[in-house]
């Protein structure tokens, strides 16, 4: 005997497939659906059926732009300046940098990183993307935004060493204490970073 009906298991199973969402949580989800008997599931079913039929890929950068549109709205911004990208891994990351409103260049969006174990190499990101842009715009400085992991470490080195010899400045995003932190308290890796990455209070 079958302890649950079958469309409310598919949909367990659909959301502990979510990252971050274990079989509790994806339980959670699915009664709270069934318990409310509002517009919300519809209202998410929705959602979730236009979600790949309206977005898409900027063609330039990768970024997530609406169907239909061959530049996101960041790429066919001409107050941007376009001798400045900042490399990312996800479009979660270009949300993340332009909540802080200080970056006024463009985007390169990698759609992942190297990672050798995991069968992840240049050809399955968009690096070659990236090259071939950087060969054709006037780009004087590339920004390695990568998140501080060993996968991220070693996509940045990548990167450097492959656009380096074209002449372009490459930078590598700060890391060290965050602010309000104390020193006693940070781990010996971030101290590590804040003193390599220490600047001139001049």
Not at 31 to 44: H, P, Q, R, V
Request: charged share 25%; hydrophobic share 40%.
């Amino acid at each position: 005997m079958r302890a649950l009906p079958q469309p409310v298991q598919n949909l367990i199973d659909a959301f502990s497939r979510l990252p971050g969402i274990g079989p509790k949580t994806a339980a959670r989800l699915t009664f709270y659906l069934l318990k409310e008997k509002s517009d919300i599931a519809t209202d998410l079913a929705e959602a979730l059926s236009n979600l790949n039929a309206e977005t898409d890929y900027c063609q330039q950068c990768h970024n997530i732009t609406l169907s239909g549109q061959a530049l996101c709205e960041v790429c066919a911004d001409s107050r941007r300046d376009d001798t400045l990208i900042c490399v990312v891994e996800e479009p979660s990351d270009v949300i993340a940098i332009e909540r802080t409103g200080v970056f006024n260049g463009k985007y390169h969006v990698l759609l992942g990183v190297l990672s050798p174990i995991e069968g992840i190499g240049p050809e399955q990101i968009k690096f070659q993307s990236l090259l071939e842009r950087l060969q054709k715009e006037p780009v004087r400085e590339v920004i390695i935004a990568t998140n501080p992991t060993m996968e991220g470490d070693a996509t940045a080195l990548y990167l450097q060493k492959h656009i380096a010899p074209l002449g372009i400045k490459v930078s590598r995003l700060a890391r060290g204490l965050p602010v309000g932190g104390d020193i006693e308290y940070a781990d010996q890796n971030t101290l590590q970073r804040a003193l390599s990455g220490r600047q001139s209070m001049e």
